[in-house]
């Protein structure tokens, strides 16, 4: 038990410390709650069936104490938006100052927005799954899909950088 | 402050932990430690330990083997909630019990910078045989000292790396199977519903 | 897929999990079977002590709490050479760099 749970924590890590990272832009706290989740893994392990079925636990998990973290302490990204380097120009492929600014921007979203904005485009998650993970009607997600990519664009280009 | 005490003494043995007893004392840090873990088992609670080992876990089956020469193994472990709570002095004062010819520094690992790592393995030995080993592990918020006394042999050492629940990280390599989808999600509180922008 | 949502992608890809993550997971894994394994015997031992046969019955608890403070022991004194040997390893590792 013990070789199959290590296997799943080398397996699982970056997606899981991912996923809070992006969330609440804040490593020492985006490493707690992911050691938190391993270990709610770990007391609950003779109830997962499969490596799939262990991911989509941990997915599960994670976001939902993300979103409890900012609900219980209204916690804001470190650096806000109006901080972020900005592009100079228009956006080349792989841009890292680009990759930099977008990041920061999804951290600005709101809490259920901006996690949605996360599983989508970190986990290559589809609208139908998003809503079986954070438990939200599957209008909802694409709502805040759609009115946060449109956020995102016209922001973009307020900025003068076509993306 | 949480204090656990596993003690052998808790059935009124005076455990004479010479070995352990000389190498560091724990009171002075019981009010800051969160945790704190101390184990005394001598020969007889060795021996009584022994008895009640499964012959099928393979742990147990390998502890028992473990056992057959050893006259104690005691455990004084400490676990704070931040870092520089205990003195680099009590990790040097361990050390110097330890010098040699009597002990060998099998492994002895010191950082150069405060608070940092310090790490060590040394062994006891009467020329041929090994009467002991002590492992002593200093982290920025822990530090464990661990005696066993008796006869115990280098394979059955290296043994215990990777063994009792310590998986051993660095032996298999990552394979995914491709699973049926999952079905069931982890029982919490159920996320809030979204709220637009 | 347009633009901006490839380029959402890469700016949200995965990150890798900060160096010693699973290390210190497991550990931390270890120390909730060390403290659940406190308890639980000093409960069982109470039941056990109400009904007959009270002497038998306490060395039977005796017993079972001394093999779970060995196993205790047992899995510390693993954790700590462990730890003592990843401390090797990496210094080795630094040093076949240079």
């Given at each position: 038990?013990e ?12 997606q ?10 804040n490593?020492?706290?985006a ?35 993300c979103?409890?973290?900012t ?8 650096n ?16 890292p ?5 977008l ?28 809503a079986?993970?954070l ?6 997600v694409?709502s ?18 076509k993306? | 402050?949480?204090l ?17 007893k000389?190498?560091?004392?724990l ?22 330990a ?13 502890a028992?083997?473990l056992?057959a020469?050893l006259?104690?193994?005691?455990v ?14 009590d ?10 010819p ?23 030995t009467?020329g041929?045989q ?7 592990a ?32 660095g032996?298999a ?7 049926p ?16 922008e | ?7 959402l ?6 990150k890798?999990a ?5 290390v210190?997971?497991?550990e931390?894994?270890v120390?909730?079977r060390r403290?659940?394994?406190f308890?639980i ?9 109400i ?31 462990h730890?003592?040997?990843s401390?090797v ?10």
């Amino acid at each position: 038990m013990e070789a199959d749970f290590a296997e799943l924590v080398r397996a699982n890590e970056s997606q899981v410390y991912s996923l809070a990272w992006h969330y609440l832009r804040n490593r020492p706290r985006a490493e707690e709650l992911a050691q938190d989740v391993f270990l709610d893994l770990y007391r609950n392990l003779g109830a997962i069936q499969s490596e799939d079925h262990a991911r989509h636990w941990l997915r599960v998990a994670i976001c939902r104490r993300c979103l409890d973290e900012t609900r219980r302490r209204r916690f804001e990204p470190v650096n806000g938006l109006d901080h972020a380097p900005e592009p100079a120009g228009p956006a080349e492929p792989g841009d890292p100052l680009l990759a930099d600014f977008l990041e920061r921007m999804v951290a600005s979203l709101g809490g259920p927005a901006r996690m949605v904005m996360i599983l989508r485009y970190q986990e290559d998650l589809d609208p139908a799954d998003i809503a079986a993970v954070l438990d939200m009607p599957l209008a909802t997600v694409k709502s805040h899909l759609h009115r946060s990519l449109e956020k995102l664009r016209e922001k973009l280009t307020r900025k003068g950088v076509k993306a | 402050m949480k204090l656990i005490l596993i003690a052998g003494a808790a059935w009124a043995l005076m455990v004479q932990a010479q070995d352990l007893k000389n190498l560091i004392s724990l009171e002075k840090y019981s009010a800051r430690a969160a945790e704190t873990v101390e184990v005394n088992l001598d020969g007889n609670m060795l021996t009584m330990a022994s008895r009640f080992l499964s012959e099928r876990k393979p742990d147990e089956v390998q502890a028992k083997r473990l056992l057959a020469n050893l006259k104690g193994i005691y455990v004084r472990s400490l676990r704070f909630n931040k870092d520089g709570e205990y003195s680099q002095a009590d990790v040097d004062h361990v050390r110097s019990q330890l010098p040699s010819p009597q002990w060998s520094r099998v492994v002895d690992v010191r950082s150069g910078r405060a608070g940092g790592d310090n790490a060590g393995v040394y062994l006891k030995t009467d020329g041929e045989q090994i009467e002991g080993i002590v492992v002593l592990a200093a982290e920025p918020k822990e530090l464990t000292v661990v005696s066993i006394v008796g006869n115990i042999r280098p394979e059955q050492i290296k043994e215990l790396s990777g063994k009792f629940g310590i998986p051993d990280l660095g032996a298999a390599g990552a394979s995914r199977q491709n699973a049926p989808k999952a079905a069931a999600a982890p029982k919490a509180a159920a996320a809030p519903k979204g709220k637009d922008e | 897929m347009n633009d901006l949502e490839r380029q959402l992608r890469h700016a949200l890809r995965p990150k890798p999990a900060p160096p010693g993550f699973a290390v210190r997971v497991l550990e931390r894994t270890v120390r909730t079977r060390r403290r659940a394994a406190f308890w639980i015997p000093a409960a069982a031992a109470a039941g056990l002590l109400i009904t007959g046969g009270i002497v038998h019955q306490r060395d039977v608890a005796r017993g079972e709490e001394a093999k779970r403070q060995l196993l205790t022991a047992l899995e510390i004194t693993a954790e700590k050479i462990h730890f003592a040997e990843s401390k090797v390893r990496r210094l080795e590792a630094l040093e076949q760099r240079q």
